[in-house]
């Protein structure tokens, strides 16, 4: 190994990845996200706008690591989905919002483990010929094996990774990555006949099933705060690879190649059903913000990324340290999924002094009026030739359960009731 330990870098990642869900949230409720609809992976200046609003930024400068990840597990949580190219938050991910950050984490987790939106395996980009078909394993069995080998992790203890490699091996939780024998001799190095892994020693345990391993936890178990890391720079981190034939101007196998070791914390204890609860330390919050009776939000310490962005979810940004509340503003962030309460929280505990009586009024004032108008759903709409004809089937014993009367011709069904609304008024005579 090029690195010795003493350039390693130990980072705790537990609160860091409670704020980062806050910050990736919002950035989706903003609508500053994209990613291919095609691969669904995030755009080049997507990943720079994660990676600049996450606590403490990426692992390393310049090269995505958490700031890839994310925008992959909010689409796999089923927190945001993809249209015209955007993400924007779904029902869950506005709820996400405003639920405690460990049963989001725990969540996306589960979720990626069972069904995630890439093969880790192919972010491992110098080893070729993943694409050609039946030539890898499926990715879901190779995640549950990974995530088993993190249960069997003492928590609060440094693990050193070829260690866990080992306790993998000795386990039979092997992610293997060849479907066959005939598909390890597709993969290669720099060249697919001389550099090809089939070759005796070339594709060995820790080349394949170890960079997928490092991979799946740096680039997710790491970025949701489930273990904390140890790491050095990837170029001449390792070098099991350097008897490949073409492996001399690799300086690295992988992004991944700096992890050294891993520390499952108490957030990844309860993730992993190891623990039945956890409680997060409670994080410090400085008064920053004093809010003024003409709805004027004015910064007076340091913002950090996420309260600049729930600032900008609330409130139109008209000077250098100032917001400005309006009712159109904040009609604007219940559309986006956002919550009032919220924002009142936030407020209440990132200001001077108690909030004035006309910003509570307006608060008060736009949650009134949005609650007075409420989106109950899809509906057929059904147009009888006359007021008798309507008046029969609403009345009817079976079919008026199922439609609401609008005026004296037509009929509200719920899309969900159509089957059922169609076979009751087939009984009446009626063929829609």
Same mark, same amino acid.
């Given at each position: 190994?090029?690195? !010795?330990? #003493?350039?390693?870098?130990?980072?705790?990642?537990?609160?860091?990845?409670?704020?980062?869900?806050?910050?990736?949230?919002?950035?989706?409720?903003?609508?500053?996200?994209?990613?291919? #609809?095609?691969?669904?992976?995030?755009?080049?200046?997507?990943?720079?706008?994660?990676?600049?609003?996450?606590?403490?930024?990426?692992?390393?400068?310049?090269?995505?690591?958490?700031?890839?990840?994310?925008?992959?597990?909010?689409?796999?949580?089923? @927190?945001?989905?993809?249209?015209?190219?955007?993400?924007?938050?779904?029902?869950?991910?506005?709820?996400?919002?405003?639920?405690?950050?460990?049963?989001?984490?725990?969540?996306?987790?589960?979720? %990626?483990?069972?069904?995630?939106?890439?093969?880790?395996?192919?972010?491992?980009?110098?080893?070729?010929?993943?694409?050609?078909?039946?030539?890898?394993?499926?990715?879901?069995?190779?995640?549950?094996?990974?995530?088993?080998?993190?249960?069997?992790? #003492?928590?609060?203890?440094?693990? #050193?990774?070829?260690?866990?490699?080992?306790?993998?091996?000795?386990?039979?939780?092997?992610?293997?990555?060849?479907?066959?024998?005939?598909?390890l001799w597709r993969l290669y190095l720099v060249d697919p006949?001389?550099?090809?892994?089939?070759?005796?020693?070339?594709?060995?345990?820790?080349?394949?099933? $170890?960079?997928?391993?490092?991979?799946?936890? *740096?680039?997710?178990?790491?970025?949701?705060?489930?273990?904390?890391?140890?790491?050095?720079?990837?170029? $001449?981190?390792?070098?099991d690879y350097h008897g490949n034939w073409g492996a001399d &101007?690799?300086?690295?196998?992988?992004?991944?190649?700096?992890?050294?070791?891993?520390?499952?914390?108490?957030?990844?204890?309860?993730?992993?059903?190891?623990?039945?609860?956890?409680?997060?330390?409670?994080?410090?919050?400085?008064?920053?913000?004093?809010?003024?009776?003409?709805?004027?939000?004015?910064?007076? $310490?340091?913002?950090?990324?996420?309260?600049?962005?729930?600032?900008?979810?609330?409130?139109?940004?008209?000077?250098?340290?100032?917001?400005? @509340?309006?009712?159109?503003?904040? +009609?604007?962030?219940?559309?986006?999924?956002?919550?009032?309460?919220?924002?009142?929280? *936030?407020?209440?505990?990132?200001?001077?002094?108690?909030?004035?009586?006309?910003?509570?009024?307006?608060?008060?004032?736009?949650?009134?009026?949005?609650?007075?108008?409420? &989106? +109950?759903?899809?509906?057929?709409?059904?147009?009888?030739?006359?007021?008798?004809?309507?008046?029969?089937?609403?009345?009817?014993?079976?079919?008026?359960?199922?439609?609401?009367?609008?005026? !004296?011709? %037509?009929?509200?069904?719920?899309?969900?009731?159509?089957?059922?609304?169609?076979?009751?008024?087939?009984?009446?005579?009626?063929?829609?």
């Amino acid at each position: 190994m090029a690195h !010795d330990d #003493e350039a390693a870098v130990a980072r705790e990642t537990e609160a860091v990845a409670a704020a980062n869900v806050q910050a990736v949230l919002q950035l989706c409720a903003a609508g500053k996200l994209r990613c291919s #609809e095609k691969t669904q992976r995030p755009a080049a200046a997507t990943v720079a706008a994660v990676a600049s609003a996450m606590a403490g930024g990426d692992f390393y400068d310049g090269e995505p690591i958490a700031a890839f990840a994310w925008p992959l597990l909010l689409q796999a949580g089923g @927190l945001a989905e993809l249209a015209g190219g955007r993400l924007q938050l779904t029902a869950r991910g506005r709820t996400a919002l405003a639920k405690p950050a460990a049963a989001t984490i725990r969540d996306l987790w589960r979720r %990626w483990i069972s069904g995630g939106v890439i093969d880790e395996f192919s972010r491992v980009e110098e080893i070729k010929g993943q694409r050609i078909k039946n030539v890898l394993t499926a990715a879901k069995p190779r995640r549950q094996k990974v995530a088993a080998a993190l249960t069997l992790c #003492e928590p609060g203890k440094w693990v #050193e990774v070829d260690d866990l490699f080992a306790v993998m091996r000795r386990n039979g939780l092997d992610p293997v990555i060849a479907r066959t024998e005939r598909g390890l001799w597709r993969l290669y190095l720099v060249d697919p006949e001389y550099g090809s892994l089939g070759y005796a020693g070339f594709g060995d345990w820790p080349i394949l099933e $170890g960079r997928y391993t490092l991979a799946v936890l *740096f680039e997710y178990a790491a970025t949701l705060g489930l273990v904390d890391v140890r790491y050095v720079e990837p170029e $001449g981190a390792r070098d099991d690879y350097h008897g490949n034939w073409g492996a001399d &101007d690799l300086e690295r196998l992988s992004r991944y190649d700096g992890l050294r070791a891993v520390r499952l914390n108490a957030l990844g204890a309860y993730v992993l059903g190891l623990s039945t609860a956890y409680e997060a330390a409670p994080a410090a919050v400085e008064q920053v913000l004093k809010v003024l009776p003409n709805f004027d939000i004015v910064v007076t $310490g340091e913002l950090t990324a996420v309260d600049r962005l729930t600032l900008d979810g609330y409130a139109a940004q008209t000077a250098d340290r100032v917001w400005t @509340l309006s009712a159109r503003s904040l +009609r604007d962030a219940l559309g986006a999924g956002q919550d009032l309460e919220r924002l009142r929280t *936030f407020l209440d505990e990132r200001g001077h002094h108690e909030l004035p009586s006309t910003v509570t009024t307006l608060l008060a004032d736009v949650k009134r009026k949005a609650h007075q108008v409420r &989106d +109950r759903g899809l509906v057929r709409l059904i147009e009888a030739d006359d007021a008798a004809i309507a008046a029969l089937i609403a009345g009817d014993r079976k079919a008026g359960k199922l439609c609401r009367p609008l005026g !004296d011709r %037509w009929l509200a069904v719920p899309m969900e009731s159509e089957d059922a609304f169609r076979k009751a008024v087939k009984l009446l005579g009626y063929v829609l």
